[in-house]
């Protein structure tokens, strides 16, 4: 009898051991929609990030289209400098929107193993 009592209560510990972990490691509806959440808000602000670079760039351009049309070295300085700084603050931008989509994804809850 004392088999058989002691199988039970290992089965016992072995379904209890087993039901625990099947729970910890199933995430919520609710915890996969905040998840999700948070990874489209950080790729939207990473698409921003992407836009300011692109428009930037576009602007730029345009400075430099305007610069050759120019034989004044002096102007055409001006216009490289100008277009330099334009890539150069919209880079800055661009970096700061990123470092806070990283941000977010950090204070997204870690998936369970």
């Known amino acids: 009898m004392k088999t058989s009592s002691s199988i039970r209560q290992i089965t016992l510990c072995a379904i209890a051991a087993a039901s625990a972990l099947a729970l910890s490691s199933c995430d919520s509806k609710q915890e996969n929609a905040r998840e999700d ?13 992407d836009a300011v670079r692109d428009n930037a760039e576009k602007k730029a351009d345009a400075i ?17 400098n100008k277009a330099d700084a334009t890539r150069n603050a919209a880079e800055q931008k661009a970096d700061g929107i990123e470092n806070q989509a990283d941000a977010v994804r950090d204070q997204s809850p870690a998936p369970t193993p």
Not at 37 to 49: P, R, V
Not at 64 to 80: F, I, P, R, V
């Open 37 to 49: 959440a948070t990874e489209k808000k950080a790729d939207q602000m990473e698409n921003k990030a």
């Open 64 to 80: 430099e289209d305007n610069k050759s049309m120019s034989n004044d070295h002096s102007t055409n300085a001006a216009m490289e």
